[in-house]
Structure formats: structure tokens, C-alpha cells
């Protein structure tokens, strides 16, 4: 099955019985499911790994019970980053599927979601419908997007691993693209790859810093290696531009924290050139930031990934503003951003903006609150013109 539609188990650590029995029975019937205790190999760290199977994944289930509402940590976090990437509403999102194992309350961050009932007569066929409704959603829509652009694209993978004090283990997601009316498409490809490679020659001259007061063989494997991964989701049209979004993790051997983050292109198509800076498209980019910047600012200390009014137990709303304002000083800052079909979306990297354990925020600026500002030909690429009239 494509490794776009991995399925990922999330679960409370008391309901790990159940959610072993339905990654065997997923497994059984032909579905690429994970879940940590069966995949996380001894040495590699479970944060990295965890954030980076979310990643990787096009479909999440969440069992959900009163461990789950009662219980901080893993179970709190892993719902708050799927339900961050629900909201991203992009083609390759990840898709929630609750399912509830005793009579708790379905948690309000997930009562717009259809959600499955373990004790149901029919439970397991049931969830086999859904998993094979939301694949085959998301290839329908993938070939739809595609008709419509006359663009088809798909991934291929770079991976590299070399084993030292420190190893290093790098994989990278390149999309390749085809065109009937834009020739020169496959460039894109070609820009992209060659942007990923240098952090595949930067991991490789760990081969002449090898430390050997710091590691040794008798370590775990991946105790001792720098792991680097980026994963890419659907491209993003919104009109004639086009927007890679990257999901970055890194890990450093021996580190605390493994660190995550996004790294974003954007393209014009017509003529195909990088737009490769968030101020080369307003008019005046001096006058432009201070006013992009408070609103950044403002979405950013009210910021809330669940999108309740009443947080569950856990949940950050909110970032603290004296972090906020050092993570937003400058336009590298906002050098992580999308073009959608509302908003410019722009992604921020742990540490940034807020502590690791409040993730990768991101805020989304509706395009009539900065339209009036950006240059014409980015105005009719992205088709704006409507936000211009009084």
C-alpha cells in the first residue's frame, strides 16, 4: 500500500493492549500501520520518531477513552499535532478517525469528526470502510488536482545512511514533476532536489568529525546518529503559483530534544521562476512588515491548535509573548510560508516562537488584510484581484 496513506495509532499507555490488537489485525488486512512499541527500534529517540511517523502518515486513529481524557503527555500531544494538520487543510493532511473504547465523552476537538465505537456490533469492518473511503478520497482528490492543473507529479526517495561516532541517517522526498503546458516543469524537481542534497553533503562530513570521547560501538545505533528527514505533502495551486510544503525533523545524536519544523518553495508558473522571499512580493516591503508582523504577533500569543473556546486538559493556548516577538523580528522570520486559497500561511520551527513542547505553530493571514500591499503580478498570479476593490 502507498506510504502516503500509513495509518498511525494513537493511544493512551493503559489502552496499549487494545491498540496492539488492532495494529495485528490492520497489519493482517493489508493496511501499513503504525504504532511506537512495534516500530521504534532500541537507541532512537521516541519524540523524534513519533513526530516523524505523524509526518509520514495520511491517515491518524485515535482510540480514545477515560485514560485519554484524564492522562497528560503523549496521547494530548500527538491529538493536538493531528488536529493541527487537519486545519492545514492541505490534499495530503492527515485524516482523523476517532475511536472510542468505553462510554467517555467524544472530546470537543473531535466532535465534528464521525467517530467509530469499539463496543459497536461490526466495529472492525466498519473502521476497514472508513480507512478504505479516506484512501481512496485522497487519491481521488491527488488525480482531480491533477486533471484540473494538466501537472502530475511523484515522489521518489533519497536515503543514505552511514554508521560512526556519530553515523548519520538522511532521507529525503522528491517530487517529480510532468507538464503538457508547462515545459519547463520538471525544473522544479530539479531545484528542489538540489536544495534537499545540501543537507545530505552537510550530514556526510560527519565522516571526518568523528568523535570518539563522546560515542562508542557499544552505544545503540541510533543513540549515535544524526538523523535528518524531510517529507513532502501534495503540492499546494492556489491559481498559477505552486507551494511545496516540506515537514523537516531533525535529530542531533545524544540531543535532549529532537527539533522539527517546515521548509517551504513557492513557484510562479507562468514565467516558472522561485519566489524566494515573503517580502519580494509585497511593494514595498519596509512599509509592508511592521503591519504583517503585528498581525502574526496578535494570531500568534491568542494561538490555539485545538480551536476551542474551553482547552482540554493539556492543551497550550496561547504563546508567551516576549517569545513570540524575538521569533518574529525580521523577514528571514517568515521565510516558512504558503500560498492557499484564503491566506498566506506561514510555519514556524520549534523554539522559534514558543517552548519545543507547544510544536511548530502556524498562523494563516486572509489575504484581504494584505492584498492592497503586494505587488500586481503576484496579485493575478494568485487570483486576488477580487480582495482589490473597495
Not at 490555539?304 to 521569533?327: A, I, K, Q, S
Request: aromatic share 12%; with cysteine.
Amino acid at each position: 500500500m502507498d506510504s502516503n496513506f500509513q495509518i498511525f495509532i494513537s493511544y493512551a499507555k493503559p489502552d496499549r493492549e487494545a491498540a496492539g490488537e488492532l495494529y495485528d489485525w490492520l497489519k493482517q488486512n493489508g493496511f501499513d500501520s503504525w504504532i511506537d512499541f512495534k516500530k521504534i527500534k532500541g537507541g532512537q529517540n521516541w519524540d523524534f520518531e513519533i513526530k516523524r511517523a505523524l509526518d509520514r502518515s495520511g491517515i491518524i486513529v485515535i482510540l480514545w477513552s477515560k485514560n485519554s481524557r484524564d492522562r497528560r503527555g503523549y496521547i494530548q500531544r500527538e491529538l493536538r499535532i493531528s488536529l493541527d494538520k487537519y486545519q492545514e487543510k492541505l490534499i495530503d493532511d492527515i485524516f482523523i478517525i476517532p475511536v472510542i473504547l468505553d462510554e467517555s465523552p467524544i472530546p470537543d476537538q473531535l466532535k465534528g469528526i464521525q467517530a467509530l465505537f469499539a463496543s459497536q456490533s461490526g466495529f472492525k469492518e466498519a473502521l476497514s470502510d472508513a480507512i478504505a473511503h479516506q484512501i481512496e478520497r485522497l487519491g481521488g482528490e491527488r488525480e482531480r488536482v491533477q486533471l484540473d492543473q494538466e501537472i502530475t507529479w511523484h515522489p521518489t526517495l533519497i536515503k543514505e545512511e552511514w554508521e560512526g561516532m556519530p553515523g548519520y541517517s538522511v532521507e529525503l522526498q522528491i517530487l517529480e514533476f510532468s507538464s503538457t503546458t508547462i515545459p519547463n516543469i520538471i525544473q522544479i524537481g530539479q531545484h528542489v532536489k538540489g536544495v534537499l542534497l545540501e543537507h545530505l553533503f552537510s550530514n556526510r562530513r560527519t565522516k571526518f568529525e568523528q568523535d570518539s570521547a563522546s560515542y562508542n560501538y557499544a552505544q545503540d545505533k541510533w543513540s549515535r546518529t544524526n538523523t535528518f528527514d524531510a517529507r513532502c505533502g501534495d503540492p499546494v495551486f492556489c491559481h498559477k503559483v505552486l507551494t511545496l510544503l516540506y515537514r523537516i525533523n531533525w535529530y542531533g545524536a545524544g540531543a535532549a530534544h529532537p527539533t522539527h519544523g517546515h521548509r517551504t518553495l513557492a513557484f510562479l508558473l507562468e514565467p516558472l521562476i522561485r519566489i524566494d522571499s515573503l517580502e519580494s512580493i509585497f511593494v514595498t516591503p519596509d512599509l509592508a512588515f511592521p503591519i504583517l508582523q503585528k498581525e502574526i504577533r496578535k494570531r500568534l500569543v491568542n494561538y490555539n491548535p485545538g480551536g476551542n473556546e474551553e482547552p482540554e486538559p493539556g492543551e497550550t493556548v496561547g504563546l508567551e509573548e516576549e517569545w513570540v516577538n524575538g521569533g518574529t523580528e525580521k523577514w528571514s522570520d517568515f521565510g516558512s510560508f504558503a500560498f492557499s486559497e484564503n491566506s498566506l500561511d506561514i510555519h514556524f520551527s520549534s523554539y522559534q516562537v514558543a517552548s519545543y513542547a507547544d510544536g511548530t505553530p502556524h498562523v494563516s493571514i486572509p489575504y484581504p488584510l494584505i492584498v492592497k500591499m503586494m505587488r500586481q503580478e503576484y496579485i493575478i498570479a494568485l487570483n486576488l484581484t477580487r480582495y482589490t476593490y473597495d
